[in-house]
């Protein structure tokens, strides 16, 4: 079993040749990442997710304006990359940040994913939401989401569901969003190996 074991583990501890690089090339070629948020419902405030205004009688609280949807794949993209959290790029506590477009903060992920040589292989972001009803603005978020992100459409899903009136989210109190994106190597990118 040992012995198996070794076999399989051919990068450490040997020369590199031509067939290793070519593995490790492989095997860096994807990366996922996850993401999570959760925003309290208030009146007087209007509600955005995944970047459009959704008519509503109430809005996301936040130091931005409380996208969910986009904050929980910000964390995604930042997470398969390995570089923090939204948090740690956009301090709550930082006043450029106050009431900010969250689509700013999106397309700012975005272009450090480009940066860093990666593209959307494709993002997954189920919405939990009591109310309003979302299946109507589904292809719009959709297109919002891969316009900011640089991506094509079909590679990006949004479902969402209820939380059948259990919690503070089923009884309309917040909305939530988790997110999960995988990364592939942009066109062109040599990544250093
Ligand atoms: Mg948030």
């Not at 051919?10 to 860096?28: C, I, K, M, Q, V």
């Not at 990366?31 to 509503?56: K, M, T």
């Not at 109310?131 to 992100?149: Q, S």
Request: charged share 25%; glycine share 10%.
């Amino acid at each position: 079993m040992n012995r198996a074991r070794k076999s399989n583990t051919p990068l450490r501890g040997r020369s590199r040749s031509n067939d290793e690089h070519d593995l490790r090339a492989r095997l860096t070629t994807l990366r996922i990442g996850h993401g999570y948020d959760l925003h309290r419902l208030v009146e007087g405030r209007p509600l955005f997710l995944a970047g459009v205004q959704i008519s509503h009688s109430r809005g996301l609280l936040g130091h931005s304006d409380g996208d969910v949807v986009l904050h929980a794949i910000c964390d995604a993209v930042l997470g398969a990359m390995g570089i923090g959290d939204i948090g740690q790029h956009f301090p709550d506590t930082d006043e450029r940040y106050r009431g900010i477009d969250s689509s700013e903060l999106a397309r700012h992920v975005a272009a450090l994913m480009r940066d860093e040589g990666w593209s959307i292989g494709n993002v997954d972001v189920t919405i939990c939401a009591e109310e309003p009803r979302l299946a109507p603005h589904r292809h719009a978020m959709r297109n919002r989401v891969a316009d900011l992100l640089g991506a094509p459409i079909t590679s990006i899903s949004i479902k969402a569901k209820t939380n059948e009136g259990l919690d503070a989210i089923g009884r309309g109190e917040a909305i939530a969003a988790t997110a999960v994106v995988l990364l592939e190597d942009a066109p062109g990118v040599q990544r250093e190996v």
